[in-house]
Structures are given as C-alpha cells and as structure tokens.
C-alpha cells in the first residue's frame, strides 16, 4: 500500500477516527507537552520517538508559539486552577546555547499563557522563594528524581517518574502498538504500515564482549519479521534495523545494521557509541528497531518531521535536516539543521512561517502523534504509581 492510499484511507474514516481519539484523550490524561519524531517512506511512516521533556522550542513557527501559550493556559487552569506562578526544572546544559534559546522561548510562551516563570538549572534551588504552585519538568530526569523534589508538594508535570532513569521505549511502543493496531483496524490497514517492528534486548556489553549473541539474535529476529513484512506489502527494499538506547534521548548511542554478522564487525569507536549515554554514562539495555527510510528531502538533502503538541493539541514543528547523512541514517546527529513548520500555512504563507508538504499526509503526522500522546498519558500513568510521592 503507497503513502496515499493510506492518506485516503484516513480521509474516508475521518469522523470515526476523530471521534475515536477524542475519546482517547476524555479518558487519558495526555502530557502536557511532547516531542514526536515521524519517519515516512513510500509506502509507510511511524512515530519512531517520542519525548516527553521536549527541548526544541526555539525551532517552532511564531504561530505555533502563540497556539501554544493558548493551549498551555487552557490545559493549566483547567487542570491546576489556582496556580499563578510557574518554575520550569531545566537541563543542566548551560554552555549549550541552543538549549538556552530553547529555554527563553518556552519561558515566552509561559508568560504570554498569563503565568509567572521562573527557570533553575541548579536543583538546590528547586523550590525555592519566590515558591512556585507548579514545576515544569524540562529535565529528563536521566539521573533519577533530584533529592529536593522526592515527596515534595508541589505539583510536577509531567511526573518525573517518566524521566529517563525509570522510563523504557520498549515499554511506550508497547503501550502504543494496540492502539494503533485498532486503528488500523478502523480505517481497514495493516498496522504495521503505520508502526515499527522492535524488540528489546538487555545485559549487553559489545565492549566486554558481553551478550553479542543476543543482540545478534535480536536484529536477526527483527529482520526477518521486517522481510516478511516487505514480502507481504510488495516491497522492494533491503530491510535495516536501528540499535539505540532503550532509555536516553539527544540520539546517543545509535547504529544501523542490514544484517546481524553485521553486529561482530563493528569496531571499538561503534561499540563506545553505541553505548553512550546522557552524562558520560553506558547503557547496556537496547531497543532493536525497525529502520525506515525517509523520503523526505529538502534542498537535496534527507529530512523527518517533529511534531510539538501541548497536551496533545498540534502546535507545529520542524523538520530535521541533515546534509552528510543518507536516507536510512539516523539524522539526530551532530551537523543537523532545522526548518520551521507552521501549523497556520495555508492562512500566513510567508518565508518566515517555514515550509509545510502535504496538509493530507499531515492530518495523518498529527493523528499518529495523538496516538502516541495517549500511549505516553497511559505510560506515564503506570511508571508514576511506581512511586506515588515522587509523581
């Protein structure tokens, strides 16, 4: 099935698809924010990241910006009626200025939402004068629950308990691959024309040389679930896999494979990267992922789409660009480049909104991003009575 046979499945089961996700989200608490990456091939695409503390907003169309301060007010207050003060837990990456821009803009759009803001990077001076009503989690919380936030109480969102030391991606696909197993089922497709095959694998050490067989089982597996996948659909392609960090984000830690002998060959600087992680730590815990190409180009060059949403709702995004990379690489990467896209297109059409493709292929981005909203919601919602008081 071509990319628009599945665009114009999704136009037919319109009303039946929105009424199903409006349910979705009356019954899930979605996050207040969240990052998707989407990768699109010629005859299939998929959500294949999703973050919950999203960085990036310095990337986003002023329009965007401005539905986003709406959103975020309307969520907040309906939500948390009583705050008036705001304190976002950032990263600590203060000689990054890109994150820094990112910062100042999110603070923006809290202030034009009608809140006071406050921005720590230091977390000994989270919480304190003037004493925030809410903190907003910008950190991934990669390192555990910082000390001055266990049992405080002072509401989190979202809960740090779906921060990086507790959270799996493995573990969000899993709750996501029903939901769009029903939605396929709705709009009469395949799912997996709209999902990744994956699997996970862990007590790996290439280094060591600890666990290469079952990382190599594990890409075997995967490939050839994919190939009988290409075999059914009449797909002409070489299947590849991704190997990353089941935990982490900033694209640490990734490799592509075509085939599992592939695994055994990879040299010492492949295996060192593919087991960094976030503030110089390893991983040894990987998710085996479905690689689809991107078909996406600009100005000659491989790009995917990040869609950005305030509790679900479309505020736009970008899309990644990378000129040193090709189509089947991952283009979260040093050298990567981005250009804005304005959820407002069609009303504003000027060089500064950025560039939009196909509004039927991005009814159908922001349909799979809402999908993978209330997966995080339900995610989120599981990892945070783990440990209520850190919620």
């Not at 695409?45 to 999703?50: F, G, H, K």
């Not at 809960?159 to 959270?167: E, F, I, K, V």
């Not at 075509?258 to 730590?281: D, M, Q, T, W, Y």
Request: hydrophobic letters at 35%; charged letters at 20%; one cysteine or more.
């Amino acid at each position: 099935m071509a990319l628009e046979h599945i665009t114009q499945a999704v136009a037919k089961h319109g009303v039946d698809v929105e009424s199903w996700l409006c349910g979705l989200e009356r019954d899930t608490p979605v996050p207040i924010y969240s990052s998707l990456d989407i990768r699109a091939f010629s005859s299939k695409l998929a959500v294949v990241d999703t973050n919950l503390f999203p960085a990036g907003f310095n990337n986003l169309c002023e329009h965007g910006l401005a539905d986003g301060a709406r959103y975020f007010g309307e969520a907040i207050r309906k939500e948390h009626p009583s705050v008036r003060r705001i304190q976002v837990f950032a990263e600590a990456h203060t000689r990054n200025p890109f994150y820094m821009e990112h910062l100042a803009r999110l603070q923006e759009l809290i202030e034009n939402a009608g809140f006071e803001v406050s921005v720590v990077q230091d977390v000994e001076k989270l919480g304190q004068s003037p004493p925030p009503d809410l903190i907003l989690a910008n950190n991934d919380a990669s390192a555990g629950v910082p000390e001055p936030l266990q049992n405080t109480e002072i509401p989190i969102i979202p809960s740090l308990q779906a921060g990086w030391h507790a959270r799996l991606k493995s573990q969000h696909f899993a709750f996501a691959q029903p939901l769009l197993e029903h939605f396929g089922a709705l709009i009469g497709m395949d799912p997996w024309l709209v999902s990744t095959v994956h699997t996970s694998v862990e007590g790996v050490d290439l280094v060591a040389r600890k666990g290469v067989q079952a990382l190599q089982d594990a890409v075997a597996g995967t490939l050839e679930r994919i190939e009988g996948k290409y075999r059914e659909h009449n797909i002409d392609h070489k299947p590849y896999v991704f190997a990353k960090s089941d935990s982490g984000t900033y694209g640490m830690g990734i490799l592509h494979f075509e085939s599992p002998e592939e695994v055994v060959a990879i040299g010492r600087r492949a295996k060192n990267k593919l087991h960094s992680a976030k503030g110089g730590g390893t991983t040894h815990r990987f998710l085996v992922q479905e690689g689809i190409p991107t078909n996406c180009r600009m100005m000659g060059s491989p790009c995917e789409v990040c869609v950005y949403q305030i509790q679900n709702r479309f505020i736009g995004g970008f899309y990644r660009k990378h000129e040193k990379k090709d189509e089947k690489q991952s283009l979260n990467s040093p050298g990567m480049s981005f250009h804005k896209m304005c959820p407002h297109r069609n009303t504003y059409n000027s060089p500064g909104c950025g560039c939009h493709g196909d509004c039927n292929v991005f009814d159908l981005y922001r349909i799979l991003s809402r999908i993978a909203g209330v997966a995080a919601g339900r995610e989120i919602e599981e990892l945070a009575e783990v440990n209520p008081s850190c919620a």
